[in-house]
């Protein structure tokens, strides 16, 4: 049985940082790319960050890019999106997900960005 397990969400103050963990159990971790994906108050899912199976390739929207570093622990079988100079439009449930239509998502992490 798929789990992922999401991980790390709170209340932080404009220009902080949060750790987001993702813990995923019942498949083949290492053979997935896996995905970031958010859900602000009232509006609709935005793809945050990707990275691929091996960890050799990522990418970010544009909105977190340069801010946001999305990275993988395949022995652990956990995914991480580090998460720095945070903004109040950051503020968002936080969910990783795989499969090629994100068929698998994780319950979700709560991030508020307020001061």
């Known amino acids: 049985q798929v789990q992922l397990v999401d991980l790390g969400g709170g209340l932080v103050q404009p220009g902080g940082s949060l750790r987001l963990s993702c813990a995923a159990a019942g498949f083949t971790f290492s053979n997935h790319i896996m995905t970031w994906i958010r859900q602000a108050p009232g509006k609709g899912l935005e793809w945050v960050s990707q990275?691929?199976?091996?960890?050799?390739?990522?990418s970010y929207a544009d909105a977190v890019k340069g801010r946001f570093t999305i990275s993988r622990d395949n022995a652990k079988n956990t995914l991480y999106l580090q998460m720095n100079n945070l903004k109040p439009e950051d503020t968002a449930v936080y969910y990783c997900a795989y499969g090629t239509g994100y068929e698998y998502w994780g319950q979700g992490a709560q991030v508020i960005v307020s001061s």
């Open positions: 990275i691929f199976n091996d960890g050799s390739r990522m």
